[in-house]
Every structure is written in C-alpha cells, then in structure tokens.
C-alpha cells in the first residue's frame, strides 16, 4: 500500500500537533489516533520522520506525550534565544545558555539521574544560590598559568558581574528587579521554559518555584545534553564546523 | 581477640544484613512518628504510624492504572481516616496531618532525596577477630512523578515500600503467588475468612509487585535497548511465554476462586461476619483480576516495544543513547571556558533544549486591515487642566529607555566607584542602537549631582526617586579633591557609593593608600 494524499495530509496534521508542545494525545483523540499510526504503521512512520527531516527536526520521543520533537540549529523552527525579553548582546545569549545548562546541572547531577522519572522542583533562589556557589568555587580555584591571552576572560565571570539584587527589589515584585541582577536573568529562563511547554509553575511549593515537566527531560537528556557535549568536545579538537543533532 | 561469646553468632550470617535492611525501610516511618511531637497537632491522637501505612497502600492501590493517586487525593483520603481519630479537630488540622504524613513519606524536608542511613556491617574474621564496616543504605519510599496523560502529578510507591508492607517477601513472585491461592483456597474450605483476607490482601500486593517488574524491564528497553538485548534474547521470550501462560492461569483460577467466594457468601448466612469477608475477598479478586489482564495486555504489547525500540534506536546517533552528564560535561566547562568562546555552545545547549517554536508570520490580511484603519485621533474628551497648576512648565522628562540604560551601567560597575569610573562604563556599554548615549551620561552625573548636594527645587521628589532608582537608595556621593579626567566633563571627581558605610570604608584604604 502507498500512502494517498489523504495519508499525506494525516502526517501533516500530527506534525501540527507535535509543534504544539502544550497539547496531549490523551485530550485529543485525533492526536491520539495518529499517534498511534505513527507507531505502528512503518510507512507513515517513515512519511513523518521524512518530512521532518526535511525539516531539520527529529523525533526524541512518541509516548504518551505525544510527538516530542528536537529542533536542528539551521531549522526554522530553532528558537532563536533574540525573541526573549531583553536578550540583544551575545552576553545575554550566553546568560540564557548557561542558567539553561545550570538548571539542568542542578536537576540532573549525574547522567544515572535521567533514568528516574520522578517529579523535580527548582526556584530562582535555588538556582542563583547554585550558580552563584559554582563560581566561587572557581574564585577560589587558583589561577591557570596563562601567559599567552591577557584578555581571556572565563564566562562565569559574566554571570558573577551580576548582583544577586534579592533585597533591593524585595518587596517591590518582579517587574521592579533590574536586568542587571543574576535572579532577573535566572527567572526569566524559567518564566520562558515554561513558555515552550518545558516547566509550570508550582505556587503552592513556594515563591518563584517550578516544576520541570518530563518534556525538559526529554529535551536534555535525548538531544541538548549529549550535543553540546559534542559541540564541545569538537571545539577542544580544534574543529569548529561539528555535525550534531542529526 | 576472639569473638565475645554474649553475642550470638547470627550476627555475621549474611542473612542478619537483610533483616537489619528491611527494618530500615520502617525507620522513615518511625521518624516522622516521633517528630510528630513537635507539630502543633502532635498531642492529639493521630497515630502516624497507622496513616503512614495507609497512605503506602493508597498509592499502592492504584498503582500501574490509567489513574494513579495524585498527591491531593491521597491527603484527601488521609484526612479523612484522621477526622475519625479526632473528630473534635477542625478539618484544617485533619488535612495538615494528612500532608504531614505524605511529605514524610516523600522526604520533602530534604526536596525528595533518598533516606539516607548507615548500618553497621560485622564480619568474623577467620583469625576469630570482629570486623566492622559501616554500609550506606538509600532507598525512596513514595515519589512523585508526571501522570503524562493527564497531566498531573502523582504518587508512587517504591519496590522498598511495597515488600516493606508485604513483610520482606523475597521469594519470586510467580511461586509466591501460586501458594497464597492455594492458601486462600484451603483457607476458603475451612471458613478461614480472616485469615483468607489477608492472603487475597497479599496477592494484590504481589500484583503490583509483579507489574513493576514487567515496567522497569520495558523502561530499559525504551531507554537503551542495547543494556536488555542479551536479556531480550536469551531469557525474555521464554519468560514472557511463561508468563502469558501463567497469567492464562491466574486469570482462571481467580475467576473460579472468586465463584468459590461467592458460593461462600451465598451459604455463610448464618454469620454475618463471615459475610462481609467473603464480599470484601470478592472485591479484592475482583481488582486482582483487573491487574491481571491490564498487565496480560502489557505483555501482549511488550514484543510490539521492543521492535518500535529496535527500530527506532537503531537511527540513533551513538552518541545519543547515553545520558549525557550535564554537570561535568557540559555546564562546568561552559563556565570554565573564555567568555566569547562559551556564547555559542551555551546558547546551542538553550536552544537544544527549548525545543521547537512556530515562527510568527505576519498574516497579509491583517497587514493590509492594519495599514488601511483610519488613523487614530487623539482623545477630544480630556479633562480639563486645573488653573492651579498652570505655574512652572514640567521638568524635562527622561524617557524610560535611558534611565533603564543608566541604571543597568551603574548596576554593572562594582560600587564605590568614581563618577569617571562610571562614564567610561556608560561610554563602553553595549547600548541598543538608537539610544542617545550622551543623554545617559548626563543623566548619571545629574543623578551623582543631586545626591551630592541636592538642589531646592520645586519638584523635589521626582527627582530623588530617579537619582535613587540609578544610584541606588541608599547611595551617597563625596568628593575628595581630585579632578575628573574625562573628555567633556570638568569638576570633582566623584565618589559613589552604595551607603554611609562603604563610603567611609573606601575613604580608610584610600587614605592608606595615600600614606
């Protein structure tokens, strides 16, 4: 059997559903439906992961969640980190990344960690007071013997510049905290996350706290962790054009 | 040293650690127990201990459904075993209680981690001598986890908690199960209803127990099925067959125990007693029997798993199917790295894990509506202004863009500084494009201006809130003498500095500095 145009349409239609990361199969029975196709019927199966490809997006995950989907750098579909409030300079971008990397490093300390699906829970106050104990640690490190760059400076820094602003705007709510204090920057990563359907807020567990949804943990622990390692472990060779995420 | 003769010689047989490992399981329980004392309820009489076990088996009862016990559920139904024990308490403390209890359970004291204890581990040497080592023992009692289907957050017990609650079981569970049949059968012939209850109460348990196994082994499975294809191969196929044929069995043999229940329930109507067992027996098969088939259909489905899996991870970078150490692979050297060289990585990592976003489009209908409206007239109705304050024109405004720029440089520069400091801060900032940088700078030294020696002018309150809202509100600015040395200012060199006290401290170390 090939698949008719019908069929074709059917693909397009779980593709909608999949880039909609607040909807559930188990609320939408047209979703669940053709979830289950995918799942069971090869060529349909083959007809949506093409299509995605085309599309510079893989499948991480199609359980009960539903089409979990991993976006390629050059997709269009690729967040560009620019649609945030208030990121315009490649500091803000790299803020962004590493309190993305840190709230992962805290959740997930050790690669076994990925395997318990268990409920986690942060708040910005948690988040900061991590960060913040990461980089005085590397305060107090000593110092590297690097002669060659004078104007090296290490990222964490850029994080550390930041005051944790906590008492001056306490009292004053959020909108008053100014972008140059490190919780401004750290509540908005999680204010976004949950945005693209990775963590909701939890009120009832305490100021300022989330809780990361399994989605994060498909994210990390399928795509994100592993290519950035990847990324990584290409600069360190000297090769800066790696293949990843494919 | 010989081993002392008062202590018996049961303390080195390797079975003595499994019993010392299974009270542990209690001690979680135990603990919340006794610091129930200290709660505001705690001289009231709410037994813990009782609450606790009848929470692990709320969970429990549930557990491996469509629709597990979601935490507010289970305080729902402790709350109410907590309102027959105390039933002059309001309805608040029988719910704090309840919550108590479950967090207990959970360990959120300590955000969900482990219970965490040490036991003590003797050896006897064969020289005779006692050997000592202290063992970590970690185990969860109650966790929560993400219904995905619906949602929401619920409970789950851990292997821990259930064999806790059966009594240390550790037979395997196919033989297990046969013998408590056979038990509740003969129990059945000789009217043993009590007794009957309890061995159906356990063969519900062992269910449960039974469809963990089935789940953690197809968790490996969608994780990494290269760790389980030794077992896929070799072991699993016959395992599963003897459980399909073992089920086949047990659905069976429940049905016709369960007519035998109700045969009993038909002829026992001389003591009602008996009675209200066999029904509550009946009921219990009856979920035992659900149980059974749900996880006959997941054995059915197991195969269709494994070849999904197979197909699926067989199209998977390498890479990939490890879990990545986020930690040490990732966000140390992120941090570790130079600045400029760590901005693409991080974001890469970011954007990774964003997943994917529905770029806006502007839609072409609402373009052309939104060119062609009419423009927008200004409103006609406005109040008319008070004569009164028609005096003096309105002070230059700063518009919001430079004074949130002037306050995110002034922020960005480690207080105290020297105004000069902080000019050269703004002139170096990374300003959005169209921002009049000039304006900034004004605006700062305005700000240090006015804090320094305020002038008395009309409007005085506006002004100390923007000169506060730059600086800081507790800021004070001194001067010391020396010239400011930057193009297009002339004046005092200013200090700024948070408050009173880092002021003075500054004016210390530079007068030691000067000497």
Redesign the interface.
């Given at each position: 059997m090939t698949l008719g145009q019908q069929d074709l349409s059917d693909v397009g239609v779980l593709i909608g559903c999949a880039l909609r990361p607040k909807q559930r199969p188990g609320a939408d029975s047209d979703y669940r439906t053709l979830l289950g196709r995918y799942r069971e019927d090869a060529e349909f199966h083959n007809a949506v992961t093409s299509v995605l490809d085309g599309l510079d997006l893989q499948v991480l995950a199609a359980g009960e969640l539903g089409l979990v989907l991993g976006a390629r750098r050059e997709s269009v579909f690729a967040y560009r980190l620019t649609d945030l409030p208030n990121v315009s300079t490649v500091a803000h971008r790299l803020l962004v990344g590493l309190i993305s990397a840190a709230i992962a490093a805290y959740v997930f300390p050790a690669p076994a960690d990925f395997d318990d699906d268990r409920v986690r829970w942060v708040s910005v106050d948690e988040i900061e007071r991590f960060v913040r104990d990461a980089c005085d640690r590397l305060k107090r490190a000593p110092e590297p013997q690097m002669l060659e760059d004078v104007s090296f400076e290490e990222a964490w820094r850029t994080y550390d510049r930041l005051s944790p602003g906590y008492k001056a705007d306490r009292g004053k709510g959020q909108g008053r905290r100014s972008a140059a204090s490190s919780t401004y920057w750290v509540a908005n990563v999680l204010n976004w996350m949950v945005d693209q359907g990775l963590a909701r807020l939890a009120p009832n567990r305490g100021p300022e706290t989330f809780q990361l949804l399994e989605r994060f943990r498909i994210q990390v622990g399928e795509l994100a962790g592993n290519a950035t390692y990847e990324l990584l472990a290409a600069r360190r060779r000297g090769d800066h054009t790696p293949v990843v995420g494919t | 040293m010989s081993a002392p003769r008062t202590v018996g010689r049961a303390v080195f047989d390797e079975a003595f650690g499994g019993r010392v490992r299974a009270l542990l399981r209690a001690r979680p329980v135990a603990d919340a127990a006794d610091n129930a004392s200290r709660q505001s309820w705690g001289t009231h009489d709410y037994d813990v201990v009782t609450l606790a076990l009848a929470a692990i088996d709320t969970v429990i009862s549930r557990q491996g459904f469509e629709e597990e016990v979601t935490y507010d559920e289970a305080v729902i139904g402790l709350a109410r075993l907590a309102a027959s024990a105390c039933p002059e308490q309001p309805s608040e403390v029988h719910e704090a209680v309840a919550r108590y209890v479950i967090d207990a359970l959970l360990n959120r004291r300590e955000?969900?981690a482990p219970f965490a204890y040490q036991v003590s581990d003797f050896s006897l040497e064969p020289d005779g001598s006692v050997q000592h080592r202290a063992i970590a023992v970690e185990f969860r009692l109650l966790?929560?986890?993400?219904d995905?289907?619906?949602?929401v957050?619920v409970l789950r017990a851990s292997a821990d908690a259930i064999n806790a609650l059966v009594g240390g079981l550790e037979f395997d569970v196919e033989d297990e199960q046969a013998a408590v049949e056979l038990m509740l059968d003969r129990q059945l012939k000789r009217g043993a209803f009590g007794q009957a209850e309890k061995a159906a109460e356990r063969s519900r348990l062992l269910s449960v127990r039974y469809s963990d196994e089935l789940r953690a082994l197809l968790?490996d499975t969608?994780?990494d099925i290269r760790t389980v294809l030794d077992r896929w191969a070799r072991d699993v196929p016959a395992q599963f067959e003897r459980n399909r044929v073992h089920l086949e069995e047990r659905l069976g043999a429940e049905g016709r125990l369960l007519d035998h229940v109700r045969s009993a329930l038909d002829t026992a109507e001389a003591d009602p007693a008996i009675t209200a067992a066999a029904a509550r027996i009946a009921g219990l098969l009856e979920e035992c029997r659900r149980r059974h088939t749900e996880l006959h259909g997941r054995l059915v489905g197991a195969r269709?798993i494994f070849l999904?899996e197979q197909?699926?991870q067989s199209f998977r970078?390498i890479?990939?199917l490890?879990?990545?150490?986020?930690?040490d692979?990732?966000?140390?050297?992120?941090?570790?790295?130079?600045?400029?060289?760590?901005?693409?990585?991080?974001?890469?990592?970011?954007?990774?894990?964003?997943?994917?976003?529905?770029?806006r489009i502007v839609r072409f209908a609402d373009l052309v509506d939104d060119l062609l409206a009419p423009r927008r007239e200004p409103r006609i109705d406005e109040p008319p202004l008070d004569d009164e304050e028609l005096g003096d024109p309105d002070p230059p405004a700063v518009s919001p863009e430079i004074l949130?720029a002037a306050?995110?440089v002034v922020?960005?520069v480690p207080l105290p500084a020297r105004l000069s400091v902080l000019l050269l801060a703004v002139r170096a900032a990374?300003l959005?494009g169209e921002l009049d940088r000039g304006a900034v700078e004004r605006l700062v030294v305005l700000a240090a201006l006015w804090t320094y020696a305020p002038e008395s002018a009309e409007d005085f309150s506006t002004a100390v809130d923007t000169a506060a809202r730059i600086l800081?509100?507790a800021a004070v600015v001194d001067a010391d003498g020396s010239l400011i040395d930057v193009p297009g200012w002339s004046g005092d060199d200013l200090i700024v500095a948070e408050d009173e006290e880092t002021l003075a401290r500054w004016a210390a170390t530079s007068v030691q500095e000067v000497s």
């Open positions: - | 955000r969900e966790s929560e986890h993400e995905l289907q619906r949602g957050n968790t969608v994780r269709t999904d197909l699926r970078p890479g990939g490890r879990n990545p150490d986020i930690a692979g990732v966000f140390l050297p992120l941090l570790t790295m130079a600045a400029e060289d760590a901005a693409e990585p991080a974001e890469a990592f970011a954007v990774f894990a964003a997943g994917p976003q529905v770029p949130a306050t995110a922020d960005s990374d959005p800081g509100p």
